[in-house]
């Protein structure tokens, strides 16, 4: 079973604060990833795509890949309470889908 | 860019109803759609995978008679719940891809309420 692993959280952090949300996969053989936002309610909205191993920075977030540890991140600087969300964590799968964790709860305290 | 379209936003109707949900991706076209349900608190859960003009591959315990998909063309797809109850209450959420190892972009989804 192809699966992608998150800590459900929630995790708090201050406003201001640098907010880590780890992501760890098992299928060797997806090649890109994604990161999405889920507020309360809505449906997910793409926030960053990394495709290759190391950094990847857009704004105040930046995705981190490293393959060799099935390991991806993603690091959001300057946490505002508007980036209070449930962050879901995808790789490719093989038939052309996304395996999607089942995402992190990040909540930022003013 | 990558705009996908989900109509209508919200739907309340009586048990015994099909309620049809439109997907539409506006500005790209997609080679593959998805259909996903996600009850309160809880992650999305996979229903279906759509291929333009093939039929839908349906997830485990998903009822294909119950859950009608249509892919007629690259822009669109549809999904009827046919003979809905209560328990199909939930929020119903489209995607849309160009390609493999692309991202899926989402429609705003459709909260669905059978009384």
């Known amino acids: 079973q192809k699966e992608v692993e998150q800590n459900s959280g929630p995790l708090s952090v201050p406003e201001g604060a640098i907010a880590s949300l780890n992501c760890t996969y098992s299928d060797r053989g997806s090649q890109s990833f994604f990161w999405y936002r889920q507020y309360s309610g809505k449906s997910p909205e793409l926030i960053m795509s990394?495709?290759?191993?190391g950094d990847k920075e857009d704004g105040r977030f930046t995705a981190q890949l490293n393959k060799a540890s099935q390991y991806v991140s993603l690091l959001i600087r300057d946490s505002q309470p508007s980036d209070s969300a449930t962050y879901l964590c995808a790789g490719s799968g093989s038939q052309g889908n996304l395996i999607f964790g089942k995402g992190t709860k990040l909540s930022v305290k003013p | 860019g990558a705009v996908v379209s989900q109509h209508p936003s919200r739907v309340i109707c009586k048990s015994g109803t099909s309620v049809k949900i439109e997907c539409r991706s506006l500005d790209f076209q997609a080679t593959t759609m998805f259909w996903y349900r996600q009850f309160p608190k809880q992650s999305l859960m996979l229903m279906a995978t759509s291929n333009e003009g093939s039929k839908a591959t349906y997830e485990q315990g998903v009822e294909k008679d119950k859950f009608l998909i249509n892919h007629a063309s690259l822009t669109l797809s549809t999904l009827t719940v046919t003979s809905a109850h209560p328990e199909d209450s939930s929020f119903y959420i489209c995607?849309?891809?160009?390609?493999?190892?692309?991202?899926?972009?989402f429609g705003d989804g459709t909260r669905l309420s059978i009384l």
């Open positions: 990394i495709y290759s191993n």
């Open positions: 995607s849309a891809t160009d390609g493999y190892n692309q991202p899926q972009h």
